[in-house]
């Protein structure tokens, strides 16, 4: 398990979805029958323009490799979302709001997912999310959670892998951290946390046509 401190547009986003792909490549491709049992990984993102756009770039970097990746968000229907991970789609990528309906509704089960990334954690937290992660975590098998005293770890078993990225690491974080991840590594890059990167040009511009806003 890992949590990583970084800014914002410092490369988190492939930080995260390359060791994902690596460890999905390993494993058979869903079928209708295997897709029964739910995604192999999910991902949490606080908005859907960064869901859709983190599943845009999942696309980029599995291409050739037949991992295929659904975004769950708002604003769609979920009942064309629930048909297409009924279809089977290894990795489910999704705000925690849509992610939480489609259990509720059983649209999606988590029964194999043994990869979970939450990405903008403190994000998600400010905009109260935080039941409704905390709930996703909890609808997984807890014989898949890595025991807290290491004598009882088992080196035959897979136990799930869970990474937490934040660009800043409040109590909030840190204890739902402390919940979920077992003995996790810390890795922060950077020096002013919470900051965006000096390689992002922010711009604003006013917009004042409903044709420009559509834009």
Same mark, same amino acid.
């Given at each position: 398990d890992m949590v990583g401190i970084a800014q914002t547009g410092s490369g988190k986003t492939c930080a995260f979805l390359l060791p994902l792909l690596v460890y999905i490549d390993k494993l058979p491709r869903l079928t209708p029958v295997l897709a029964q049992d739910g995604p192999y990984a999910i991902c949490m993102a606080p908005s859907r323009e960064l869901a859709q756009q983190?599943?845009?770039?999942? $696309?980029? /970097?599995?291409?050739? /490799?037949?991992?295929?990746?659904?975004?769950?968000?708002?604003? /769609?229907?979920?009942? $064309?979302q629930g048909f297409f991970i009924r279809e089977g789609a290894e990795i489910i990528i999704a705000t925690p709001g849509r992610l939480f309906d489609c259990i509720e509704r059983r649209y999606l089960v988590l029964n194999q997912c043994n990869y979970v990334v939450l990405d903008e954690a403190d994000r998600m937290i400010d905009m109260n999310f935080e039941p409704q992660i905390v709930k996703i975590l909890e609808a997984m098998p807890s014989s898949n959670m890595r025991p807290l005293e290491e004598d009882k770890w088992d080196d035959n078993k897979t136990y799930r892998q869970t990474t937490m990225f934040s660009a800043t690491m409040p109590l909030k974080v840190e204890l739902l951290a402390k919940k979920y991840l077992r003995n996790p590594i810390f890795i922060s890059i950077g020096d002013r946390a919470g900051n965006a990167a000096n390689t992002v040009t922010q711009t604003i511009v006013w917009v004042t046509s409903d044709n420009q806003k559509r834009q």
């Open positions: 983190i599943a845009g770039e999942c $696309d980029k /970097l599995s291409r050739g /490799l037949n991992i295929r990746n659904v975004a769950i968000v708002g604003g /769609l229907s979920i009942q $064309d």
